[in-house]
């Protein structure tokens, strides 16, 4: 691909971008800027990596909207497109030059398909799927291999479900989902009523409904409950080794990042971003672009646009005032046990 016909694709999304063609190379690939080899188009972020643009033996870069990461990249003679979002430009560069590996339309001949399945165009279902009865898959479904869907689950329009990921019964994704390998949708929640003679197992009649674009990591799981819906809003990511207990409910362009674990009922609304091992009780209501830093451990409503850290959670810049003085404990336990000795107190 020439870099020309490379940049006609980008600047139809970006079209505020500048650029400089210099010899309009020829790329055969990307490459990480610190890896980066000759013929292929590579990134640069910010100016803190300016001193990549000196040496780089790529032939083309995308850039920030930086007068001098520009002026040094011409110096060189290189190629280069200059935009407001260079990470954005990254993905978008990325989807030319890479295609997820994606099994044929059709279907293998060891797929297990109930006859009362609704299966629609374009779908394409690899070796050893299980399809249940009276499920329904729409148009451009892809279903990679071993991958278990029970009985009167939904599976929406070009939803891609990953190797070994099992879609359980009461089950409801959106289209242009991607569920990935070893995921789990629609699992029974942990319902149990404690009585004298140890437990009584609550069933799990209820559903999951995840909207369009949700995004689940490997390994991840989403708990159906015993009455009602647990609910993945539009648009919203989950990383790998996520736990969504039964009936909680996450609003729209949430991200949310691995090892994250929810109990039951929980509420978390619209741009929500949860850092890795972030725990949070039950029945949690964290508002709208609200931050739970990393390990934080949520026990108590979270104001919407509110930054909490630490275990329990605290507002961000309290926590930053009590790590500062948790660091000097040893250093006060010292000087209050010289002030006890200067005032005559035994120890």
């Known amino acids: 691909m020439k870099f020309s016909e490379f940049v006609q694709h980008l600047t139809a999304t970006l079209p505020q971008s500048q650029v400089h063609l210099a010899d309009d190379p020829e790329l055969t690939g990307l490459s990480a800027i610190e890896e ?3 013929q292929t188009l590579s990134y640069i972020e910010g100016e803190k990596y300016a001193h ?3 040496t780089t033996p790529a032939c083309a870069l995308i850039l920030p909207r930086h007068e001098g990461l520009q002026a040094q990249a011409c110096d060189r003679n290189l190629a280069w497109i200059a935009v407001e979002a260079p990470r954005v430009a990254l993905a978008l560069a990325i989807s030319c030059f890479y295609q997820p ?7 293998h ?3 297990q398909i109930h006859p009362t399945a609704q299966v629609g165009q374009d779908v394409a279902i690899a070796a050893n799927v299980v399809i249940g009865a009276q499920t329904t898959l729409g148009e451009g479904v892809a279903i990679h291999p071993n991958v278990v869907v029970y009985a009167g689950a939904q599976v929406g329009d070009r939803t891609v479900l990953h190797a070994n990921c099992v879609i359980h019964e009461r ?5 242009d989902c991607v569920i990935h390998a070893g995921a789990v949708i629609g699992s029974e929640g942990f319902g149990f ?5 140890g437990w009584v197992k609550m069933p799990q009649a209820g559903y999951v409904v995840l909207a369009s674009g949700v995004e689940v990591g490997c390994n991840a799981t989403i708990d159906r409950p015993a009455l009602g819906t647990t609910q993945v809003g539009r648009n919203t990511k989950i990383d790998n080794l996520v ?6 409910k996450i609003g729209e362009n949430c991200a949310i990042a691995a090892q994250t674990g929810m109990a039951g009922g929980v509420k978390i609304g619209n741009r929500v971003i949860l850092a890795g091992q972030v725990g949070i009780v039950d029945h949690v209501t964290i508002g709208d672009g609200a931050i739970g830093a990393a390990k934080a451990g949520i026990h108590h409503h979270v104001q919407p646009g509110e930054i909490v850290s630490g275990s329990p959670a605290l507002p961000h810049k309290v926590f930053l005032k009590a790590s500062a003085v948790f660091r000097r404990l040893p250093e006060m336990h010292r000087t209050l046990k010289q002030l006890s000795r200067d005032a005559g107190f035994k120890e």
């Open 109 to 111: 001949p060891t797929a």
């Open 171 to 175: 089950s409801e994704i959106g289209p």
């Open 193 to 197: 009523v404690p009585v004298s003679e």
């Open 101 to 107: 590996v994606r099994p044929p339309v059709g279907i």
């Open 52 to 54: 990549h643009v000196l």
């Open 36 to 38: 980066a080899a000759a």
């Open 243 to 248: 736990q969504v207990a039964h009936g909680s």
